[in-house]
Each structure stands twice: as C-alpha cells, then as structure tokens.
C-alpha cells in the first residue's frame, strides 16, 4: 500500500528526527538521494554523467539547500553545474558553499542547451502559483525537469494548480509521500521516494498496490456456488440509454460476480447480448440480491424516482451513479433512516448537485465533508480518484492515464464495484479495488499491449479488458509494470 502525508504530519516527524540527529543529516541525505536520481536520469536519458550539464533552480530555505547538495555532489562526478538562485540573500549557506568549492557555478540565467533541470524553488512549505520571474524561468527550459520534493506552483496538500507550475518529468521526495503526488500526478512525473528516517504517523492518504488489489480479489472456493460468491441487482438503462444496461451488467459480469440479476427497459437487449445475465422488466421479479448498482442510464422522471426509493429501500449495499445521483441529490431524504452501507460515484458536475456548492480546490476535504453530511460512501471520480467512507481514511487511485475518460467509462466501474459489494467486501475497499482494476483495463484497451504507444478507447473496449486486467491484477504488478 502506498501512503501519503500531509504537511503538517511531515513537520511533525521532522521535527523528532531533527532532535535525534547531528544537525544536516537529514539535508544530507535527502541530497544524496536527490543526486543519484539525476545522475540515473542523466544516465538513461543520455548515456552517461560526467560531462553532461545540469541547472539548479534554488529559493530559499531547505528545499533550496537540498538542490544545492545535491548539485556540489553531482559536480564531484564530472557534471557541469549552474545554479540561478531566486532569492541569493536567502540561499541556504552551506550548501551554496558546498557548491562553489567543488567548482560550480552562480549563474543570472542558466544556459541554453541543458540536459537536466533540478527544480528547488519552492518545497512543502510553498503556497501558490510560480512568481513572474520563476514562471519566466520554467516556461523557457526545454530540458525535462526533476521537481525536489514537489513540483513547484502545486499546492502540497490539494494538489491544486492555480496558474503557472512545473511539470516534472520525475519528482525526488523525502521521508514520505505527500498527497500533491496521488492528486497532480500529471505535474509530478514519475516519483521517487527518498527515505530519511522519518517516523510517519496514520496516513492522511492511502493507495491500494494493484498486487494487493489482485490478492483481495473475490475468487470462488471449493464449496462455493452461484449463489454464495453474492449475487448483484443492476438497475440501468432506458430505451433511450440501452448502452448504460449493457456496460453496467457487463462489466459485472466481467468482474466474475457468480451472478448478475438486471431489471429494466433493456431486459431483452441486456440477455440478446449476455445471456448469462438473469433479466426482468421490474423489480419485484428481480429475486434476491446482496447488492444493488442504480442508476446508470435510467433517466430522471417520475417512474425513475419511484424505482430508485424501492432500491434504497431494500436492506442491502446499493450503488448509486449518474441519473441516480441527479435523483438522489434532489431527494436527500431518500437516505434517511438507511441502515445498509451506500456508495455514490459522482463525477465534478454531480458532486456539486450532492454537496450543493462547486467542488473547489480541496478535493480530499470536499469528499470527507459530504461523506460524513450524507452518511455515505464518496467516490469522487477523476485522474486521480478520492474515496471515503464516513469517518473513514480516504482512499485515492491515480489511473496512471486519463484513457478511461470516454462516455460509459463510469457505467463499468459501477458494474464492477457493484460486483465486489454483492461480494461482501466493505464499500471504501470494493471502491478502490474497483478504480485499481478499471485503470488497468482502460491501459490495457488503450495500448493493447504496446505499452509505448496508446490510443483513445471506447467504453465497450474498456469492458472486453476489464478480466485481462483482473487477471493481471492477480499475477502480480509486473505484469501491468
């Protein structure tokens, strides 16, 4: 499991690990670290390291004297060194020091025609978009950029970008992860954690490792049958929106729920196409289910309403998205006195229907606010998905990609989810295996097997790969590496 810790959980270690150790060594280390990433990277990207020619971004404070270390040891292994400092009257002294005595050098612009970019302008303690000069700076560097500790110009707690930021091609943390590298991960590139000694409390964060997604995945047993595995209700679909029925259903199936029973308009269509789904008109004659998926593709009227209140009626899981959600937003009271756990899956536009106001910056909190206001279970959909059950951890999945966003993508994740609640397993957990799986598969429909190369998928490609990825998920993480 990956975790993640905000800003105030990081001082706070920090601070211990200051009290215990000789002053510097965790500069030090954090440096050595931060160092050796960029000479692999300088490395990988052009063969070698001595000779090559890195620049430093530098501000004030630690995160500056980090870059400043990390400079003076990459000197020492035949890199040519510049540092453009933001702030020269609040550099960090001894790492400005370290740095001129190995021979490199303070420079008013860094020269044309670098092969690495080290960003320390700002670290943890940075709020806000990049200053003039600094956005200047970046948006001219045409060499890939190593963000230290985080990107500068996203906020270290929300991820959120106000105006002009780096984006890294690679990110070098230190002591622990920090939520800007789950919620803006298109800014952070690939991260490396660099272990200092810190010791890190609960995480604010959480992220499921798709080995452990794989291992928890329901797998019938011996004396199990189609009943025991937990049977999941799917009410989707309109004779306008057939396809929700279809992708919701499907991808039920697909998730290897034993049994998926729908009930609606696409009955016929749902069995012309999977017949192995049991298929009805209405609800009353849907049978006995352990969990329920509502709401896809079903429309808003009066019969809708109705078929919605006898669903969340029922003592039992009940997913609720899309059409369900404008429902459900307008009828808050239909959650009143409801025992059984439920999930709502919106996406930006119905979040603000739920929670009445616009999402905001603050995407965690947004999501643990309307979590504990409703009772529910939140999946707030997104590159970067936030979960949370009330006063539960919040959960995030970074998809990797944004291929999953194409009409119907979130009709499959219903399916599977409501798939691994029928199942039995808690709705934050069945909501972040269900993310880790659904980002596989999309990655799997987009590269088809070309994992270089990727191209804009459809929903009904994202279903025919959601058990390539389940059966990827349980061999184990090299084979979605």
């Avoid at 590159?383 to 995030?396: C, H, S």
Wanted: glycine share 12%; net charge negative.
């Amino acid at each position: 499991m990956r975790t993640f810790f905000n800003v105030h959980q990081i001082r706070d270690a920090e601070a211990v690990l200051f009290g215990e150790v000789p002053v510097g060594v965790p500069m030090q280390r954090a440096a050595y670290g931060l160092a050796r990433v960029v000479a692999a990277e300088l490395t990988a990207r052009t063969g070698g390291v001595a000779g090559r020619t890195v620049g430093l971004l530098v501000g004030s404070g630690d995160n500056g004297g980090d870059v400043l270390w990390a400079g003076a040891m990459l000197r020492r292994r035949g890199v040519a060194v510049s540092a453009l400092l933001f702030a020269p009257e609040r550099a960090h002294a001894a790492g400005l020091a370290a740095l001129r005595r190995v021979g490199g050098r303070v420079v008013d612009e860094l020269p044309t025609g670098i092969d690495l970019a080290i960003d320390g302008i700002v670290g943890i303690s940075g709020h806000g978009s990049l200053r003039p000069e600094a956005a200047r700076v970046v948006a001219a560097i045409k060499a890939p950029v190593i963000a230290a500790d985080l990107p500068s110009g996203v906020e270290p707690d929300t991820g959120a970008i106000s105006g002009p930021a780096v984006r890294a091609a690679v990110t070098v943390t230190f002591g622990g992860l920090k939520p800007v590298h789950a919620l803006a991960p298109e800014h952070c590139g690939r991260v490396e954690l660099i272990p200092i000694g810190l010791r890190l409390p609960d995480p604010y964060l959480r992220e499921l490792e798709a080995d452990e997604a794989g291992r928890a995945w329901p797998i019938p047993g011996a004396f199990d049958d189609k009943y025991s595995g937990g049977v999941v209700g799917v009410r989707a679909g309109s004779a306008k929106y057939p396809g929700a029925a279809l992708l919701a259903a499907g991808a039920a199936v697909a998730a290897t729920s034993p049994m998926v029973r729908y009930c609606g308009p696409a009955a016929e269509t749902v069995v012309s196409h999977i017949p192995e789904v049991i298929a009805t008109t209405d609800i009353d004659s849907t049978g006995k289910v352990q969990a329920w998926v509502v709401g896809p593709g079903m429309g808003t009227d009066e019969y809708a309403l109705e078929e919605l209140r006898r669903v969340l009626a029922q003592p039992v899981p009940v997913l609720v998205d899309a059409d369900g959600i404008t429902l459900l937003a307008a009828h808050k009271e239909l959650l009143d006195g409801r025992d059984a756990p439920t999930l709502v899956t919106p996406h930006a536009g119905e979040f603000a229907r739920l929670s009445g106001t616009e999402l905001g910056p603050d995407r965690v909190a947004a999501t643990r606010l309307l979590a504990d206001t409703l009772g529910v279970t939140v999946l707030l959909k997104g590159r970067a998905t936030v979960i949370t059950a009330p006063g539960g951890p919040v959960w995030v999945n970074d998809a990797g990609s944004s291929w999953a966003a194409t009409a119907g993508s979130g009709d499959v994740l219903s399916g599977v989810i409501g798939a691994l609640l029928a199942s039995g397993i808690e709705p934050d957990l069945a909501a972040a295996m269900g993310c880790r799986a659904h980002s596989v598969a999309a990655r799997l429909a987009a590269t088809n097997g070309d994992l270089d190369v990727g191209a804009p998928i459809s929903a009904a490609e994202l279903l025919w790969h959601l058990r390539p990825a389940i059966r990827a998920l349980r061999r184990g993480p090299e084979e979605i590496a």
